[in-house]
């Protein structure tokens, strides 16, 4: 009977230590600081003229590098933004060369947000978006978010519509 005991007390251990170890945030709201590390819309574009063309406008740029979102377990979070990239393109003779300024805008906006499994909204102004978490990582994309207008050189303009992808790290 004490060789029973001494081996139910080890099973209840390894059972009351079998999932609790793996991580599922599903049943927790998301909390801590998740760094903007992507932020771009879909066509790979080489505004920095290092001859690799990133649709990352972080690398591309140098904007953006500080922005992050600060959750708390309260279903509150911060959203942090430093500076927001003012890309100028000018197109002459068929060539085109950019003018890039890192506008410093910090602002901090105080939001709500709910987790449902993998799916996170951040819920802003009434305007609800949506992502999902995945690891450490959690993907934004805002439907026909990016919008680039290009004056080429008879004045006439090009508008080019993407997807916005945002990506943040957790730290």
Known sequence: MKKFMSM??????FA?????????????????????TFF?????????????????LIT?????????????????????STTFADIEVIVENGNSSFDI???????SDAVTFTQSGST?????AGADFSGTIDGDMLTFTVPS??????????GTTATLIED????????
């Open 101 to 107: 300024t890192c506008v410093s805008d910090p602002s």
């Open 120 to 124: 996170v909204t951040i819920i802003q």
């Open 16 to 36: 009351s230590c079998s999932d609790d170890d793996d991580n599922d945030s599903s049943d927790a709201l998301l909390t801590g600081t998740y760094n903007l």
């Open 60 to 80: 591309e740029t140098g904007c953006y590098s500080g922005d992050n979102i600060v959750f708390s377990s309260n279903g509150m979070a911060v959203i942090n």
């Open 164 to 171: 916005l992808t945002l990506v943040y790290e957790e730290q």
């Open 8 to 13: 139910l007390a080890i099973a209840l251990i």
């Open 40 to 56: 771009g819309g879909e066509t790979p574009v080489d505004f920095n003229g290092d001859g690799n063309a990133s649709a990352n």
């Open 145 to 154: 978010g990016s919008v680039v207008e290009v004056i080429n050189d008879d």
